[in-house]
């Protein structure tokens, strides 16, 4: 878990200065600058995007992750799967065109903008696949710090040179959604060189390491990733699509304001992931179950631990942080969105990695079943709640699928693998959760907003941070406290 933490530590830092940055922009330079209809169509293309990429590079980035350890020698073996993700690009796009009339039908009537950029959005999703696909080449690597700086710092600085120019008069409207692929594209360029200078971006074309048997493996689980990606994809965009769709731009603008208030809370999963799976596939390839089951404990109680603290945090301060975003009287309409957002990430972050024990095993295929009954169940909640609760539907929709989604998981390895993440220290978590809780309500009122913001962050951190460690509810937690304890009083 070593390597784990480390590497988590440093990429998760990043994330958050990326946070902060996303804050500045989402939260305060996109709503001073920018019109809620036109946030929403940034959100809608960037969203359409992700989802679209997701299909189009067919499963290949888990494939490279999964197959790397068999194939790392082979010097064609990157080159294959960069091939794939265009040749997959081609085939999806087609698809896309064969069906643009229903796709224009669905958004003409409440966000017709976002019909003139569907060339953009394709291009973005384009880079994209090239950018995943690199990106899961870094993961095989175990070098995850440079990439999540790129797509969590980089990105976002792109984001704001942009809109900075837009707020200037130097570009148009027309011209920041156009520049926007270039944004993508600069952090393509940035891996790649990246690669070189570990001289590890070697491409090379002879491919007579890829026998029928082998190509019909890969493909065959690359399939099966693509359609659980898929489904994931759909769960995490098509919340903001389905709302673009039947509640117009505006409405999304306002769900993007909240939506990323609340999804800050999975910031440190995503660092925990990307260097948590390689480890599960090498722990599987040497059939190392205890392996396996000890990171799926340890990453099950150390996001319960950090989620928890980001969503009590959040939810305690929440309107006061309303309070200063521009215009925030209209985007405060979205505050229970951060609520139910917040919860379907803390329920994804509490089963730890399920998800890559399954992914990882010979039983992925149940993936696909899972993902697909997911996407499924998203669409018709969404359907079914949107019309109802406006944008609150599209987010308790979003909660339940995928709390749902996390409960199947959960159930499916501990019966085929006989492993399940909770402990005793889970069960002390969640007292120290609902002690700190209540202490918050005793916690009076302050005037002045941002002494209330730190005063009521501090005590909740405090709180549960210091029980945490009291009560060692994990053994991570504590040694990563007294290790640094000790180094501190070494200087």
Not at 300 to 316: H, P
Not at 379 to 407: C, D, Q, R, V
Not at 417 to 431: T, V
Request: charged residues 10%; glycine residues 8%; positive net charge.
């Amino acid at each position: 878990m070593g390597i784990v933490i480390k590497q988590s530590i440093r990429s998760s830092v990043i994330a958050y200065i990326g946070v902060l940055i996303g804050y500045i922009n989402v939260l305060w330079l996109f709503p001073y600058f920018l019109e809620a209809d036109q946030i929403g169509l940034f959100r809608l293309i960037q969203s359409s995007a992700f989802l679209m990429a997701t299909f189009g590079q067919f499963g290949l980035s888990s494939a490279l992750v999964k197959f790397f350890p068999k194939l790392k020698d082979q010097k064609g073996f990157l080159s294959f799967i960069i091939l794939g993700g265009v040749f997959g690009f081609v085939l999806f796009a087609a698809f896309t065109f064969l069906f643009k009339t229903e796709i224009t039908t669905y958004f003409a009537k409440e966000s017709g903008l976002f019909i003139e950029y569907f060339g953009i959005t394709l291009l973005i999703s384009f880079i994209l696949i090239q950018f995943q696909l690199l990106e899961a080449y870094c993961r095989s690597l175990l070098k995850i710090v440079i990439p999540t700086l790129i797509r969590d710092i980089q990105l976002r600085l792109s984001v704001t040179v942009l809109v900075a120019l837009y707020a200037l008069n130097i570009i148009t409207f027309n011209g920041l959604i156009q520049w926007l692929s270039g944004a993508y594209l600069l952090m393509v360029i940035t891996v790649i060189f990246y690669l070189r200078q570990l001289k590890a971006f070697q491409l090379s074309f002879n491919f007579k390491f890829i026998n029928t048997a082998l190509l019909k493996q890969i493909m065959t689980y690359a399939v099966y990733m693509m359609i659980g990606a898929g489904g994931t994809q759909i769960v995490l965009q098509i919340d903001s699509i389905m709302v673009s769709g039947a509640l117009g731009l505006d409405a999304t603008g306002i769900y993007t304001i909240a939506f990323f208030i609340g999804v800050v809370i999975e910031m440190p999963k995503r660092s925990i992931t990307q260097i948590s799976a390689p480890l599960i596939s090498q722990a599987f390839e040497k059939n190392d179950m205890p392996a396996v089951e000890k990171l799926y404990k340890q990453t099950s109680i150390n996001q319960m631990i950090i989620g928890s603290l980001l969503l009590i945090g959040i939810w305690a301060n929440l309107e006061s942080l309303y309070s200063f975003i521009p215009n925030g009287e209209i985007y405060i309409q979205g505050i229970n969105v951060v609520l139910f957002i917040g919860l379907g990430k803390l329920s994804d972050m509490i089963f730890g990695t399920n998800g890559e024990i399954i992914v990882m095993s010979k039983h992925y295929k149940f993936n696909v079943v899972a993902v697909g009954i997911l996407a499924i169940l998203t669409i018709a909640l969404n359907l079914l709640l949107i019309p109802k609760y406006g944008i609150e539907g599209a987010a308790i929709a979003s909660f339940l699928a995928m709390l749902t989604f996390n409960l199947s998981k959960f159930l499916f390895v501990w019966v085929k693998f006989k492993i399940q993440p909770f402990s005793l220290g889970s069960i002390k978590l969640l007292a120290i959760i609902g002690l700190v809780l209540w202490v918050n309500q005793w916690i009076p009122k302050m005037e002045q907003m941002l002494l209330d913001i730190v005063i009521r962050s501090a005590a909740i951190t405090i709180l549960l941070v210091g029980l945490t460690i009291g009560l060692k509810v994990s053994e991570e937690v504590n040694s990563l406290v007294f290790g640094f304890t000790n180094r501190f009083k070494k200087t």
